[in-house]
């Protein structure tokens, strides 16, 4: 608000106002006239404002042009009650008027006087727009850190919590991984990087899915087939490998086919003992290292509970072995996949489907294989577990390659008609060679249809 200096009472009618000797001759200049015709010819102009400002009124008198003086009442207000005086300045400063439009006005810079009444000398007002107004300068009673465009912080010191490596650290992209986009990359010394492609981004994702958590509870998937050599133990391997590579969890794959099982010969690693020995040791095993002594583990994050090599031995092991070496493995691991048998009517299937939070149904690329399958699910529905049908995933492993006849789109087109999810292994040689599997001999498109099958697998197992 500018200072209004009252002027005394009984001045000279001919006395004209004080001013600057720059001011009158800027004015004299202008107008063309002497700086004594200019007080001469204000005395007049002069004694209406000051009885306006003695009665609390304001007003305006430009001097841009002595000889265009307009009254306090012909201009507009500016932002409300504008005013205007004549101060006395000192001899090197220029007589300036004061303009006030309200609290969205700013002065301008380097117009202070030498005086010691700063408010009451001629500082400049500039009139600007609301918005930047309020932006420019808080209004009264307004809370600073509520302001646009501040950084709100905390009062006083910062924890030591507060330096992140988000915060601290400048996030750099990461290099292709592969391709022709890596060699540009590692051409230009890193100054070109287009990024990884689509392809890699989605296989990403899809790693992101697997390596999601599950919860406290064990999580129990059952890979199932009615007919033999369709791939059965291989695709439990591939899962639980690729389950096991990409989870920071613990995953087992055990072995519960009456018969001889092959799952320790698919699996890298051997173990001295059996599922079998680890029931009669059930109540003597107590710790995590303990049961390390009968699963397999060499080359892979993947444990291995292998069966008895004799057929007689492995007879015996029945659905309340099935449910007493499960308890156990439920202590120490997160996801239990099982190797079942052929038999759907064996005892211990019935643990089996009892326990299972989902179920992988593997198919062959025959017609017969194909057919088996099919038959496996409406045994599953005329059982009641219409719920494992609804969320199971069908494997159709293609072991004979694609040089068949039979349209292998119109068995996966059927699948889909019954239950979610449908995944196609293609064939490889590795995986032909009826030996130890190992990831990183995969095809590359053998390799993605793995992990396609272990997200859909944890998808299942989120909901479950």
Same mark, same amino acid.
Do not use: C, Q, T, W
């Given at each position: 608000m500018t200072q209004t200096n009252t002027p005394k009472p009984g001045p000279r009618p001919d006395r004209a106002p004080s001013f600057s000797k720059g001011s009158a001759a800027n004015a004299a200049g202008e107008s063309g006239t002497s700086p004594g015709a200019v007080s001469a010819s204000d005395a007049s102009g002069v004694a209406p404002a000051a009885d306006a400002a003695a009665a609390g009124e304001i007003s305006v008198v430009t001097v841009s042009d002595a000889q265009d003086r307009t009254s306090a009442g012909s201009l507009p207000a500016v932002g409300g009650t504008v005013q205007q005086e004549w101060v006395q300045q000192a001899p090197a400063t220029a007589a300036i008027p004061v303009v006030t439009a309200g609290p969205g006005s700013v002065s301008a810079p380097g117009t202070e006087p030498a005086g010691a009444d700063t408010e009451a000398a001629g500082t400049a007002a500039v009139d600007i727009a609301p918005d930047t107004a309020a932006a420019a300068e808080p209004v009264p009673g307004e809370d600073v850190k509520d302001l646009p465009g501040r950084r709100e912080r905390p009062e006083g010191p910062e924890p030591a919590s507060a330096l992140t490596a988000d915060r601290l650290l400048t996030r750099a992209a990461a290099a292709p991984v592969s391709g022709w986009r890596r060699w540009l990359y590692q051409a230009t010394l890193g100054y070109v990087n287009l990024g990884d492609s689509d392809q890699v981004r989605i296989q990403r994702a899809m790693e992101h899915r697997i390596a999601t958590r599950l919860g406290e509870r064990t999580r129990y998937v059952p890979v199932l087939s009615r007919k033999g050599g369709v791939g059965k133990t291989t695709v439990t391997t591939l899962l639980g490998m690729v389950l096991a590579e990409l989870r920071e969890d613990r995953v087992i794959a055990m072995d519960a086919n009456p018969d001889r099982g092959t799952l320790s010969d698919r699996s890298p690693g051997r173990a001295d003992f059996t599922a079998r020995q680890l029931v009669k040791d059930r109540f003597t095993v107590n710790s995590f290292a303990q049961l390390s002594n009968y699963t397999a583990r060499d080359g892979s994050r993947l444990d291995v509970l292998a069966s008895d090599t004799d057929p007689t031995v492995a007879h015996a092991f029945d659905d309340a072995d099935y449910r007493a070496v499960t308890d156990i493995l439920g202590r120490y691991y997160s996801i239990v996949l099982t190797d079942s048998g052929t038999g759907m009517v064996h005892s211990v299937m019935k643990g089996t489907l009892e326990k299972a939070d989902a179920v992988v149904l593997v198919s062959g690329g025959s017609v017969d294989e194909a057919r088996l399958a099919s038959e496996t699910l409406s045994w599953l529905e005329a059982h009641g577990r219409q719920d494992l049908v609804a969320k199971a995933t069908v494997v159709i492993n293609m072991a004979a390659g694609n040089r068949t006849l039979v349209n292998i789109d119109e068995i996966e087109e059927?699948?889909?008609? =019954?239950?979610?999810?449908?995944? =196609?292994?293609?064939?490889? =040689?590795?995986?032909?060679?009826?030996? =130890?599997?190992r990831l990183g001999q995969l095809k590359p498109a053998t390799r993605a249809a793995a992990v396609e099958l272990a997200a859909l697998v944890v998808d299942e197992l989120q909901q479950a």
């Open positions: 059927h699948f889909l008609s =019954r239950v979610k999810n449908v995944v =196609r292994i293609p064939h490889d =040689r590795h995986l032909a060679e009826g030996s =130890r599997i």
